[in-house]
């Protein structure tokens, strides 16, 4: 069984949620336990027994991946595909389940009230300042913005996020999101950005996870470089 980081977030009943840790899972090494990554360089056949583990644990017959780059493509899913070319996608299909993966970026889930729509974002700092999130929400354009509720998962904490002058300048709109540090350089509140622009979007409804994943059980490139990544999914429940 794959292990779940447990979040109180409201959606409908016919809304399903996961967010994993690395505690359980058949990775090894550097990638113990629960990696779902295949491009990070697990060993495929670990990679697909964490997956097939958590389909059969879910009661999910297929599970929608994104071929994720930092971009701000978003796509609307119509059937099941194993990878998109994306780092967004939504559908209104009952079949698919969506599903990101990271290692300090923010993983964003996304219904609305009345559960007929999920969704899902991958955002880093790439992400943002290429306004993701924004591309994400312009492509919804019948769902009124107060109807969603978005989680933002387990992302890097702004203490253990530092960065240079030269991504601050691209985010001077959040300045006060930034914090200068001894060395000159800033700390980077990746999740309060993210929060800031769906506000300003009027998405109101949001759910803020405070885990760290540089700290707590999680997978962090920032902390180890050579790791895994962990899933946050979304479905339809039968």
């Known amino acids: ?15 399903g949620y996961f967010i994993s840790t690395n505690q359980t899972g058949f990775s090894e090494g550097k990638y113990k336990y629960a990696n779902f990554s295949k491009k990070v360089g697990d ?16 009661e999910l017959k297929d ?6 780059t930092h971009s701000n493509i978003i796509l609307r899913v119509n059937r099941s595909d194993s990878f998109l070319d994306c780092d967004g996608m939504f559908t209104e299909k009952r079949n698919v389940a969506c599903a990101v993966l ?12 009345t559960g007929n ?4 974002i991958h ?27 978005v989680l933002l998962g387990p992302c890097i904490s702004q203490a253990k996020y ?34 800031d622009i769906l506000t300003e979007l009027g998405v109101t409804n949001v759910t803020i996870s405070e885990a760290c994943t540089f ?12 790791t895994g990544r962990f899933i946050s999914l979304i479905w339809f429940n039968k």
């Open 117 to 120: 729509l999920i969704g899902c």
């Open 102 to 113: 990271t290692a300090d970026c923010i993983p964003l889930l996304i219904t609305e009230k």
């Open 215 to 226: 700290d707590d059980d999680f997978y962090s490139y920032r902390k180890d470089k050579i």
């Open 43 to 58: 060993t495929e056949d670990l990679v697909d027994l964490n997956i097939i583990n958590l389909k059969n644990q879910l």
């Open 162 to 195: 530092e960065v240079d002058d030269t991504i601050i300048s691209s985010f001077s709109k959040y300045s006060k999101r930034f914090k200068k540090n001894k060395s000159g350089n800033y700390y980077m509140d990746l999740r309060h950005i993210a929060y």
């Open 1 to 15: 069984m794959i292990t779940s980081y447990n979040i109180n977030w409201h959606v409908p009943p016919n809304i």
């Open 63 to 68: 599970i929608t991946f994104m071929n994720q």
């Open 123 to 149: 955002a880093g700092w790439k992400g943002l300042q290429s306004q993701v999130i924004e591309n994400f929400f312009e492509k919804l354009t019948t769902v009124p913005r107060r109807d969603f509720k």
